[in-house]
């Protein structure tokens, strides 16, 4: 079965700082990788997804992510950080051609002061 | 359009019960999943549909949990002799189509509380 790992629980960064959010996934075929967020008090909502091609995928509010195939990596990145940035960050992943269902990272917390 | 909602929001139970935790997807969408999601963790699978059959059930924890979705629309999450390790956030999403390719539209949860 394939898991997901996020290495960083907690991020505290100033605004203005660049963000780097590692996620790694174990599973030996293709997939497809989301990386989703959860402001507070609100729902969780998808902030970009890969499937195919270009392995630099842009989303919403200026988040972007490389998927590494070699690595086994999805990592999430944004060069200036904002304070509505805080929230908490979930990688998952499914394997292509299988049932959609999504197997989630336990999630890293991202706290930016001003 | 509306999004996923979710009834009840919060829901205290006490240990033996029974709860039924409903799921409204966005309309026209034929994919519904249930997720659950403990403290400090990521939200974990439970289980999918795809219109009225339950596609994929293969993150039901135990035979206590069930879940229908008789019309293709509403969807009711039953758990039976409620334990405390059941605390946690019930989360639904649906998607258009089901596709391994589709977006998960995820609703604001159910908090429920063993006592």
């Known amino acids: 079965a394939q898991s997901v790992s996020q290495h960083n629980h907690h991020v505290i960064l100033s605004e203005a700082a660049s963000l780097e959010l590692g996620c790694n996934y174990s599973?030996?075929?293709?997939?497809?990788l989301f990386w989703y967020v959860q402001y507070p008090g609100q729902h969780l909502q998808l902030l970009l997804k890969y499937f195919s091609g270009d392995p630099l995928v842009k989303g919403i509010k200026g988040f972007e992510a490389e998927f590494i195939k070699s690595k086994f990596s999805f990592n999430l990145r944004k060069p200036s950080v904002q304070w509505s940035d805080t929230a908490e960050y979930f990688c998952a992943v499914n394997p292509t051609g299988t049932a959609s269902k999504l197997t989630f990272g336990t999630g890293t917390r991202l706290q930016v002061t001003l | 359009g509306a999004g996923v909602s979710q009834t009840p929001s919060n829901k205290v139970t006490e240990k033996g019960k029974y709860v039924e935790l409903r799921c409204d997807p966005i309309s026209g969408h034929t994919a519904l999943y249930w997720y659950r999601q403990s403290l400090g963790q990521g939200p974990e699978f439970l289980i999918y549909f795809q219109g009225t059959g339950a596609a994929d059930d293969s993150g039901l924890p135990n035979d206590r949990f069930f879940a229908v979705r008789p019309e293709g629309s509403v969807s009711t999450l039953k758990i039976q002799r409620t334990e405390r390790g059941d605390s946690a956030v019930y989360l639904c999403?649906?998607?258009?189509?089901?596709?391994?390719?589709?977006?998960?539209?995820f609703g604001p949860g159910t908090r429920l509380t063993v006592l």
């Open positions: 599973y030996g075929g293709t997939v497809n």
């Open positions: 999403a649906s998607s258009l189509v089901g596709s391994a390719a589709d977006t998960q539209y």
